[in-house]
Every structure is written in structure tokens, then in C-alpha cells.
């Protein structure tokens, strides 16, 4: 693996994103590697407990719109596909490894952690969100101005369930950040702590946890989740990855592309998110 750590520590494993100087930016080799190692670590028996951080000064990017990058991706051939198939090529890339990762990494049968520094942004939140609990170091900042692009935000719609409906709305609407502290306040992350105590904030929570019995996790996770769906988060998370893919087709229809910046205006408006 190139883009993935992974690691055991006692009952905890430990899944670090490695493309520090690309600030963690996902592409899709990386989003493999980490479906990969979260794989790896539900069927190791002995770990209990899941963390997720990232190596660098930023959590993560969001997806790795660099034009030099983003023209060698897979994705990039569902441009030439629109015209015969609609949206359809796109549509399913983007319901199995956006929207599908991260649905499924909400209900991994074991509890996750992440511990998020620096920048959380668009996708990055895609990653955090999906984990049962957010640590956030005092530099954390989380946005998705995914807006400027001409989309109303990312593929999984969490932004109303972590934020509640009003700040989603703002948030949303401006394309603008939070800090750890904000975040904290709206029950979006569990704790804030010195940037340099993240890690060891991260590893301690979880050998906690990792005491515990763990089909009592599970249950109590499942507990949690299944309240959650009750309340209707998985029928409209499903019914808003629809609404972003009708933004893609929007897009297209008004200019030939799925975003309705060039990918250079793109680039620049993420940097800008930081
Ligand atoms: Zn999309």
C-alpha cells in the first residue's frame, strides 16, 4: 500500500492516511487502500477498536481535483462517457466509491475513531463523518464549498444530521469553515485537544474502548446507527446523493463538464476552503 499506514496496537488498529504532501487529498487508489485496510481490520479478530488519522498538517483535502491528478483518475473517462450514457458512468462511480465507502464505513461492525487535524474538507468530511466518534485537534477546521463548484454539497449528505438543519443551511450556503471548537459546540466532534496530543488522544480513547466486550460495542453502535435510520438519516442520505448527482447533470447541461468551474478554478477554490 502507497497511500495507507496501517498498524496494530494491542486491541486498536491504527489506519493512518499517508499523502501528506498532497494534504491527504483522496484519490481513488487511496480510497481503495483505506476500504482495504478498514477490511483488514473488521476481520482481524483480536482489534477491537478502529482509528483513523492522518499523517501532515491537514486531515484531508477532500477528492484530488489537481488537474494533472484528476485527468489520470478513473473518473475521468465518465467525460467522454456522458455523451452516449448520460450520467449513468458517473452516477455509479460515484455511488460505490463516494457515497458507497462512505455508507459503509458508517456501519463497519466495529467502533471508529478519527482524529482530525488541519484542514477537513468536502470529501475529508466523508471520512470523519462515517466514524462513531471525532477527535479534533485546536487547528481543525470543516467545510464543504462544494457551492463554488455549482454542487450543493458533497455525496453524503451528512451536513444536517452533524450540524442540525440551520447551520447545515449556512455552512452550505456560504461554502464557509468551522473550527474545532464550533464543531464541537454543534455535537460534531467528541473532544478538542493541543494538536500535538491528537494521536495519543485517539490511542487512549480506544484502548478504553477496546475493553469492553465487543458484541456489547457492536450493539450499542448498532443501537445508535439503527435510531438514526429510524429517524430517517438512511433514506435521506440515499435520496440526497440523488440531488447531488442531478448537480453533476446540471452542470453538464449548462457547460459540458460536471462542475461548472474549470478544474483549475476548482483547485484554487479548495485551497481557498483551507
Ligand atoms: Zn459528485
Known sequence: MSFIEYETIDRVAVITLNRPERRNAQNAAL???LDEAFDRAVDDDDVRVIVLKANGKHFSAGHDIDPDVFNSEPWQSMFSDVDQNGMLKLYKWEL?????????WRDLPKPTIAAVQGACIAAGLMLAWPCDLIIAAEDARFSDPVIRMGIGGV????????????????LL?????????????LGMVNRVVPRDQLESAALTLAAEISQMHPHALLMAKRAVNQTLDAQGMSNALQTTFDTHSLGHANAWAICGQIVTVGLDEMAAANKKGQ
Open 96 to 104: 460505490k466509491h463516494f457515497f458507497g465507502y462512505s455508507r459503509k
Open 31 to 33: 480510497l481503495k487502500e
Open 155 to 170: 455525496e453524503y449528505h451528512g451536513h444536517t444530521w452533524e450540524f442540525g438543519a440551520r447551520k447545515a443551511k449556512e
Open 173 to 185: 450556503f456560504t461554502g464557509g469553515a468551522i473550527d474545532a471548537y464550533e464543531a464541537h459546540r
